[in-house]
């Protein structure tokens, strides 16, 4: 049985998180300070350490949450998925379509927090779950580069691509870019064992 997590918690890192999300569309991490974040979310300095190391370990814990929201939609449906490129594919759409359906919201975080830590840990995050997503099929699907390469490489490329299209709204579309994102090359990365 799993077990619960006290409901105190699950709100106080809710307001945390949304805080800190929201003063980066106007604002960069660096110049965030955890005060900032306390008096925004109305929570106690003393409380917010009890939950996270720094600033940068609440946004690590941010954008998990919002993995773990892109991933909700991607696991309704994973049994559909027979091949690790249907697998890709899914995730690819999935993370697009958060990216779209919350341009805005993205746009200004990416616009004002461009360095690469913020940008570091989206790609990380990507890669984690691209790494997962794929050590699934490892018993059936021979890679023909090393997992975390690949991993790597994939997150980093619908990142950097992701971040283009939002800097160029209107520009494409939803399908659009989702069918400029999948030319083929993912076939290539696997062979049947």
Not at 1 to 28: F, G, H, N, P, Y
Not at 69 to 98: C, H, M, V, W
Not at 144 to 154: D, E, G, H, S
Request: overall charge negative; aromatic content about 10%.
């Amino acid at each position: 049985m799993a077990v619960k997590e006290d409901i105190r918690i699950v709100r106080t890192r809710k307001l945390l998180c949304d805080a800190l999300l929201d003063m980066m569309q106007t604002d960069s991490i660096e110049h965030i300070s955890v005060i900032d974040i306390c008096n925004k979310s109305l929570i106690n300095r003393a409380t917010f350490y009890k939950h996270f190391e720094d600033k940068y370990d609440l946004l690590a814990y941010a954008l998990e949450e919002i993995k773990r929201e892109i991933n909700r939609g991607f696991i309704i449906n994973k049994s559909d998925l027979n091949t690790p490129q249907d697998a890709l594919r899914a995730l690819f759409t999935t993370t697009t379509a958060y990216f779209f359906d919350n341009r805005s919201r993205v746009s200004n975080l990416i616009k004002h927090n461009m360095h690469t830590k913020v940008i570091s840990c989206v790609k990380d995050s990507i890669a984690d779950s691209i790494e997962s997503l794929v050590s699934d099929y490892t018993y059936t699907y021979a890679l023909r580069v090393p997992l975390p390469v690949l991993a790597t490489f994939l997150a980093g490329g619908l990142v950097s691509t992701l971040i283009w299209c939002l800097q160029q709204p209107g520009k494409y579309t939803f399908q659009e870019f989702v069918t400029c994102i999948d030319v083929g090359c993912i076939d290539s990365l696997f062979e049947k064992v």
